[in-house]
């Protein structure tokens, strides 16, 4: 616990140090939150008030997990590519591990400098009563959420071992994540058939459950979202430490 305490400043220091970088990230959401609000306002007229706000607040929301949640596929690459992924092999720890404590500091960073505006303007938003019991399983679901999206990364990372450079892979993730995940566009506004495929899928179980859950948080639905959570986490890692194996026995060193 100690070793991933550490893990977790280092990330969390390698945050604030970037702090410059990530006012610049601050200012690009400010700007597409305010492209979004006017976007979905002429998309939206003559619908009633309620429903603008409510899917504003559902956008924003999802802009703010699009903030915090990892890049560790981009994380791997770097370390595959520079070569240093021949020094966090020989550590302690797994890589995973290191790579998911390095990245929660990181995105405890990005919430303090970054995701706390993205949170005041959702209050400020918001056209629905906060209860306690709304943000604690709106919290859970978001946590968990997190961790699927990270070993989602992890998975995708793994392909560095093989192709050296996950670019076109990561665009093509970015494809399906925007069909798939409801974290440009709320999912209530699918057609039936891309729901029900999204509803089977894991992408939207990063993103659009969680943002479906804060605007109707009740209990048998919170329950159905962590289930299925609960069930891709575990199938990821269990894909994962299957293929880690593997890809490691074909890593080739190029950096110095």
């Given at each position: ?74 994380d791997v690459d770097d370390k595959v590519r520079s070569g ?173």
């Amino acid at each position: 616990m100690k070793y991933r305490l550490i893990l977790f400043k280092i990330g969390l220091k390698k945050g604030l140090a970037s702090k410059y970088a990530l006012l610049f990230y601050l200012v690009s959401a400010l700007i597409s939150l305010t492209v979004q609000y006017f976007l979905w306002k002429a998309v939206l007229a003559g619908k009633p008030v309620s429903e603008f706000k409510q899917t504003f607040s559902y956008l924003i929301l999802m802009q703010l997990l699009a903030i915090l949640f990892p890049k560790t596929s981009y994380d791997v690459d770097d370390k595959v590519r520079s070569g240093d992924i021949a020094l966090d092999l020989l550590k302690p720890v797994t890589l995973a591990t290191q790579l998911f404590w390095e990245g929660a500091g990181y995105s405890v960073a990005k919430l303090l400098i970054v995701g706390l505006v993205d949170v005041l303007i959702y209050l400020w938003v918001l056209d629905f009563q906060v209860t306690l019991i709304m943000v604690v399983m709106v919290a859970v679901a978001a946590a968990l959420a997190y961790l699927l999206y990270f070993e989602l990364e992890l998975l995708l990372g793994l392909w560095s071992f093989y192709a050296y450079s996950i670019w076109g892979i990561s665009a093509f993730k970015e494809a399906i994540l925007l069909i798939l995940a409801g974290n440009v566009f709320p999912a209530y506004f699918y057609p039936q058939a891309l729901k029900t495929l999204a509803a089977y899928l894991p992408f939207q179980y990063s993103f659009g459950a969680v943002g479906l859950l804060a605007q109707h948080p009740t209990v048998p639905l919170f329950g159905q979202i962590i289930v299925i959570q609960l069930l891709y986490i575990a199938l990821f890692a269990l894909l994962f430490k299957l293929l880690y194996q593997h890809a490691v026995s074909v890593t080739v060193i190029q950096g110095g």
